[in-house]
């Protein structure tokens, strides 16, 4: 192996590719560039308009415009349900978004209404409506002004430029960090080629056995240094790397991923961007999958699966989960209203243990008997409050022969005038 010069020996040369982490970082800042110039130029060419008043408000009128461009009656009288948009946002708050649509109707931007027909109502909508004067509205529409929309986009594209800069920046700094790391520790060090003709097998197959912790079995592991080369020491050697960055670099490498907030990232991709060693990057997955803003489950199609993504798997009680999902809305902290998040947070958790593929329907019954802690009431009020918050679905049985059964009719909830049988994380 490669010793230090203190050892008579020197570091082998490796390559000089960047990391994958700041690499797709980067991507993402030069594509948010392109984007704001192409919006400046847009805004230039459709008129001068007054700004909006705040990010939020840009973000608004932008998702109203992507949704309704390509309808025939855009332009027109063109109305966006609020259920709609509030997907399109969910990392917004409920409260912020609320004063943002309240503001834009009295500034005369907005126009709200409620559905004339009641009857095509589904829960999540009247979840989702906003109420004015005492009055629910479920639908929002925009006059059709170009200018404005060009200064909502020009809005929204710095700010994404703004948001890009700082994943680059922190990047850099973390990356600073870990070669002064480095070099305080002088950790006698291998190039892969090298360690992979000692282990008389191929490059290749050293990286095979990096990217699943088999290397270790050999008495050597390996790191990513600040450049994304691979650096191969002897497992007695290797530095410990505390959980914290594990769990930074996982959150960090499901932010680059992920196409929007909310979404399904294949755990394949994202142990790519995570520089540490099989077995820490596993047991830190299996204690954030116990936590309420985070959920982990197989791919439902599992003919599509890789042989990588079969590999990169992490089993959670005798279960290989293959996709990871991070709520861009979690919970207030347990601190500000104990009660009342507990038994949030049991029902979410109980409902994934259950959930066998993402957004499953999940019996109220099956529930029910995860939450011996709680009264039939507690829980019942939960229900009420995450269905109002729009963090889960409630709905009744389609399927009245199932309702023949005393056990599924035992966990039902009344809501609305109507009871609601089966759960669903959206």
């Known amino acids: 192996m490669c010793r230090t010069l203190e050892q008579g020996g020197r570091r082998c040369p490796g390559g000089h590719s960047a990391s994958r982490t700041a690499q797709a970082a980067r991507q993402r800042l030069s594509r948010a560039r392109k984007a704001l110039a192409a919006a400046e130029i847009a805004s230039s060419q459709s008129g001068a308009a007054a700004a909006p008043d705040g990010i939020v408000d840009a973000r608004v009128r932008v998702a109203f415009d992507a949704a309704m461009r390509n309808r025939p009656d855009y332009g027109g009288d063109s109305w966006m349900s609020i259920t709609k948009l509030r997907r399109q946002m969910p990392d917004i708050p409920r409260a912020d ?11 005369g931007q907005a126009r709200l209404m409620a559905e004339l027909n009641q009857k095509t109502l589904t829960e999540e909508d ?17 006059s059709p002004d170009q200018a404005a929309s060009a200064q909502a986009a020009v809005a929204v594209a710095k700010q994404r430029v703004k948001d890009a800069e700082a994943d680059v920046t922190s990047l850099k700094q973390d990356a600073e960090q870990m070669a002064e790391n480095a070099d305080a520790r002088d950790t006698p060090t291998q190039t892969a080629a090298s360690a992979a003709a000692d282990l008389g097998i191929s490059t290749g197959t050293l990286y095979k056995w990096l990217k699943s912790g088999e290397i270790r079995k050999h008495g050597v592991t390996g790191r990513k240094d600040e450049r994304g080369r691979w650096v191969i020491t002897l497992v ?22 992920a196409g929007r907030p909310g979404s399904w990232v294949g755990l394949a991709e994202l142990r790519e961007f995570v520089d540490a060693p099989r077995d820490q990057v ?11 803003d985070v959920n982990m489950v197989p791919e439902s199609n599992q003919k599509t699966l ?8 992490v089993n959670i009680g005798d279960q290989a989960k293959h996709l990871i999902w991070f709520d861009p809305q979690p919970a207030p902290p347990a601190v500000q209203e104990p ?20 957004q499953a329907w999940i019996r109220l019954s099956e529930i029910r008997k995860r939450l011996t802690g709680w009264s039939r009431a507690d829980v019942d009020a939960a229900f009420d409050r995450l269905l109002t918050a729009g963090r889960v679905s409630l709905e009744p049985e389609l399927n009245r022969h199932r309702l023949s059964d005393a056990e599924y009719r035992a966990g ?5 005038g109507e009871y609601r049988h089966v759960m669903q994380i959206f």
């Open 412 to 416: 039902e909830i009344k809501l609305g």
């Open 126 to 142: 009247r979840a989702a409506a906003i109420d004015i004067a005492d009055e629910p509205r479920h639908l929002v529409s925009f």
């Open 306 to 313: 890789t042989p990588e993504g079969r590999d990169a798997a």
């Open 339 to 358: 009660a009342r998040a507990s038994v949030d947070d049991d029902i979410i958790a109980a409902y994934k243990a259950l959930a066998a593929k993402p």
């Open 97 to 107: 978004l609320d004063a943002v649509l309240d503001r834009m109707l009295m500034s």
């Open 282 to 292: 596993d047991d830190v997955l299996r204690e954030l999958e116990r936590r309420p």
């Open 236 to 257: 007695d050697d290797a530095p410990s790397i505390p959980r914290a960055d594990v769990e930074q670099q996982i959150r960090v490498a499901y932010k680059l991923l």
